[in-house]
């Protein structure tokens, strides 16, 4: 079982002294990964048709991942950094194979990009992209992303993208992983479909039957990958006993990997954060094989 750090990206409003801290304490303390989740504009929920469902707004900080990837792969030696997850349909995907591949470069081959479509209807239309087409669109940029990192020359005419003889360079010295993250069934077959993992969120119980569904569309598409990951963000467990307890479930159920939360546990400090991971580490190591 693999144990990942969720970066508490609104608790530390911004400190860029806390990306330090806790970025090399997750790494003293063994942590696989380190996770950040990503929205780049805020928006005010007040009088939206239609009403923005989700959980931010505009109080809440967030650094750009791909931007702090670049500083933690130079202060840091082995940590994964993990997104989780890129909103990738409202960015440029060319731009993204760029920035992820440097990152990727300077890391050491450190990076993994999570993916998926967000709720923010707001938030793409001020990053100039179409909401209502960004799962088909999504679908496309796995695709694209994947030959960008691996073609010396791209040629590509799809519905969203049209690139004719071009490239990024410099590529990465690999494929960099692509999980995919979601909570619909557009999602679970996305991650069974092109994915090479998936990244759950939330209740332990509605991500197991998540994992069937993705294992599923594993099935139906003929990769019926035995050692394909399966990642739960822990966001409802509230000590670490209960993260203990979750991590155990969840890998009892087939699961491969865990992510602590630290968002919302009354931890004012980088440093308490710190601790707090230490805390859970240890109940979770103590509960898993």
Partial sequence: MRIGAVYPQNAMRGDPEAVRIIGLGAEELGFDSILFYDHVVGAEHADRDPALWGPYTEADAFH????VFGYLAG??????LATGILILPQRQTVLVAQQA???DLLSGGRVRLGVGTGWNWVEYEALGEDFASRGARLDEQIDLLRRLWTEPLVTYRGAFHTLERCCINPRPARGIPIYVGGFSEPAFRRGGTTGDGFTFAGDVGEAIIGMERVRHHL???RRDLPDFPMELIMTRARSASEAGETAA??????GTAVSVLTEKRGLDTPHAHVEYLEEVKS??????R
Avoid at 249 to 254: C, L, P, S, V
Avoid at 283 to 288: D, I, K, L, N, T
């Fill in 101 to 103: 591949a440097d990152a």
């Fill in 283 to 288: 109940a979770v190591e103590g509960r898993v």
């Fill in 75 to 80: 202060i840091t030696r082995c940590i994964e």
């Fill in 64 to 67: 750009d991942p791909l931007v």
């Fill in 219 to 221: 099935h139906a598409s």
């Fill in 249 to 254: 479930r969840w890998q009892d159920a087939g």
